[in-house]
């Protein structure tokens, strides 16, 4: 079960934001559900080989977001009512758009221009994110 | 139960052309310790005082509980070690090797040498001095494996390694510390080996250790901060900045402290943060030891 | 000491050098050969063989235990196993004594034998045994420097001294009154001359061994 996670090297975020936007996209998906024993810090350290310190960084930060919970000396589950939308990607989404502002200006788009693109943008995600999803299905 | 599987306190070793200065080491049980330096920085020397084979001059050494080099005889029956500079008997096979280690080391597991074999592709009937460099490693690798230490010390283990190769080793060290008693120090010039699978990670140049901390700390203490300055303004002196790079108008600060706070400080000083990135082991090392010898020079 | 861990350093050397160890026992005994059926002129060539190949075994043994396992970088290897420096040093000297004294006392004890047996050759049983342990002598000089030097070098540069002092000594010996006067007679003896340089060739390898060990046992950079 461990082994679906796929870490990317090429990926410029930190190890530990990778391993927990997978484990919450397993969350939000259903594959993971409330209440599943998920692997141990060491047992995912093994299968994903990468450092303990940085899986159990990940699981401090999805229990604190209310994701996961951890039970003294049994192992992680996921919550019975798991938090999926925590402060934090709000603050990245506010300094994402900031930088987004100030790229607008460099290129002399006005406001108007930079939020039909950012609906594109988003638009452009959900149809792909809907197509895999279907992809899903006939596979399944 | 011991804490720390590997303890230095001050040691120091001097030599006609380098010297090891007040080495601090504590590596604790059940972890893993990367240890990046460049070439001539001391990795190896200092491994050596670890496995005993060199005696300190000052300062002592502790490993799994013993003192080193005095007890070295039962501390290395616990310790599974495996240098870039070591070879094996070129005219035995590795199956000899396998039966020669065996009946020395009370924990060795047969099955899992021969299944580390299959997992290496080694041939056990092979000569050694047929082997390539790539597979010879591996054969010292698994002989070390193979005896379930409780603590592994690698000078530079994957490197010469093709990638494929590269993974399995990795992949099997990380399955050795699946038992949370066995601990792993290995020396690499591969930062993105030690960056990956690292729990403390430690800076050696020119015989004195720079910095030690765990990995996570370090990819957070770590940051380059790109500076758009407006004509008239200057490059914001900020605590913790070890480098300043970049052209005069886009300046780029390097700091091993990085907090939040340093971005609304730059902008309150007129400088607007175009981007804050964050840094590779790599990266870091090279600005670490580039600020080290800058000072040390002026 | 872990008697198990030194035996089985000695068991790898000498499966190591088996072929080595094996053709030069064939060699002795074919040298013994030539002493024991070739007359006088197969007497003086045997002894020359015989004492040629003890030489090159010990410097063989030595050389292809000891100092490759420096050139070799075996070394590494040997020493992350779970033993001391001591325990090193004592597996090669054990091992390498144990090779060559077997075949020492077997070629010695042939030619003793031989000079018992024959009475033309008595008289050259004090210059023998004299002469048997001057190799043993020069032979522990040569692992004693191999050892503590690990340099190849030196380790030759111990072996043609041992064998300059062996012919050295074997003049000198062969010149003392006390010696010469009997050595050609037809009387087998024992004097206390004989005793005295036997006694000091003794101590002589006792000091080489046992400065080994000190020197060894005190290195700071065993590798």
């Known amino acids: 079960m461990h082994s679906d996670i796929v870490i990317s090297q090429s990926d410029s975020r930190p190890m530990y934001l990778q391993i927990m936007e997978q484990v919450k996209q397993r969350v939000a998906v259903g594959e993971w559900a409330p209440g599943d024993e998920i692997p141990s810090i060491r047992q995912l350290a093994v299968a994903l080989r990468v450092s303990v310190i940085t899986i159990k960084r990940a699981y401090l930060e999805l229990e604190r977001e209310g994701v996961i919970v951890t039970q003294q000396g049994k192992g992680s589950i996921v919550a019975p009512n798991p938090e999926l939308s925590p402060r934090l990607y709000d603050e990245e989404f506010s300094e994402h758009l900031e930088k987004v502002a100030r790229l607008g200006e460099l290129l002399g788009l006005t406001s108007e221009e930079i939020a039909r693109r950012t609906k594109e943008a988003a638009k452009r995600l959900n149809e792909g994110r809907m197509k895999e999803a279907g992809a899903t299905k006939e596979i399944v | 139960m011991n804490e720390l599987a590997v303890q230095f306190d001050g040691v120091s070793k001097g030599y006609t052309h380098f010297s090891l200065e007040n080495i601090h080491l504590e590596l604790p049980t059940g972890s893993i310790m990367g240890f990046i330096g460049a070439n001539g920085a001391g990795k190896s020397t200092t491994i050596r005082i670890l496995m005993g084979l060199v005696h300190q001059d000052e300062g002592s050494v502790r490993v799994l509980g013993h003192t080193m080099p005095a007890e070295q005889a039962q501390a290395k029956l616990e310790i599974g070690f495996v240098s870039e500079d070591m070879r094996l008997y ?28 299959r997992r290496f592709d080694l041939k056990p009937e092979q000569k050694i001095k047929g082997l390539s460099h790539g597979q010879r490693v591996k054969a010292a690798l698994l002989l070390a494996l193979a005896r379930r230490p409780r603590l592994l010390v690698l000078d530079e283990p994957t490197t010469g390694l093709d990638p494929v190769a590269r993974v399995e080793v990795l992949g099997e060290l990380m399955a050795a510390l699946a038992d949370e008693e066995r601990t792993i120090l290995f020396s690499s010039h591969n930062t993105l080996d030690v960056e990956q699978i690292s729990d403390q990670i430690t800076f050696i140049d020119r015989g004195r250790i720079i910095d030690s901390d765990n990995k996570e700390a370090f990819l957070d203490r770590w940051r380059r901060l790109r500076l758009v300055l407006p004509p008239d303004v200057q490059v914001p002196r900020l605590p913790g900045v070890v480098e300043v790079g970049g052209s005069g108008r886009l300046p780029v600060l390097t700091t091993d402290r990085f907090e939040p706070a340093m971005v609304s400080v730059c902008n309150e000083l007129g400088a607007a943060v175009q981007a804050v990135d964050t840094m590779t082991l790599e990266e870091i090392f090279v600005a670490n030891v580039h600020s080290r010898r800058e000072r040390l020079t002026a | 000491m872990n008697y198990a861990m030194v035996r089985r350093l000695i068991w790898k050397d000498w499966y190591f050098q088996r072929t080595a160890i094996l053709l030069a026992f064939l060699g002795g005994a074919v040298s013994l050969g030539v002493i024991a059926f070739g007359g006088r002129a197969g007497f003086t060539l045997g002894v020359i063989l015989v004492v040629t190949i003890v030489v090159m075994l010990s410097a063989m043994t030595v050389m292809g235990n000891t100092i490759e396992e420096r050139e070799k970088q075996t070394l590494a290897f040997v020493m992350s196993l779970p033993i001391s420096y001591v325990e090193y040093t004592t597996s090669k000297i054990l091992g390498n004594l144990l090779i060559f004294v077997p075949f020492w006392v077997a070629v010695v004890g042939g030619s003793l034998a031989l000079i018992v047996v024959a009475p033309p050759i008595h008289g050259f049983l004090a210059f023998t045994v004299i002469m048997a342990v001057e190799i043993l002598v020069s032979t522990c000089l040569m692992l004693a420097v191999a050892l503590v030097s690990e340099s190849k070098s ?10 300059v002092a062996l012919n050295l000594v074997g003049y000198l010996v062969a010149h003392i009154p006390g010696i010469r006067r009997q050595m050609w007679g037809t009387a087998i003896y024992w004097n206390a001359t004989a005793t005295t340089l036997v006694a000091s060739e003794i101590a002589l390898i006792a000091l080489l061994l046992g400065g080994t060990f000190f020197i060894q046992s005190r290195k700071k950079d065993f590798i």
């Open chain 2, 90 to 117: 070129g005219p035995a096979t590795l199956k000899w090797h396998m039966e020669f280690m065996r009946p020395i080391y009370p924990r060795w597991d047969q099955k899992y040498a021969e299944e580390l074999a």
């Open chain 3, 154 to 163: 030196w380790a030759i540069a111990a072996m043609v001294t041992g064998n």
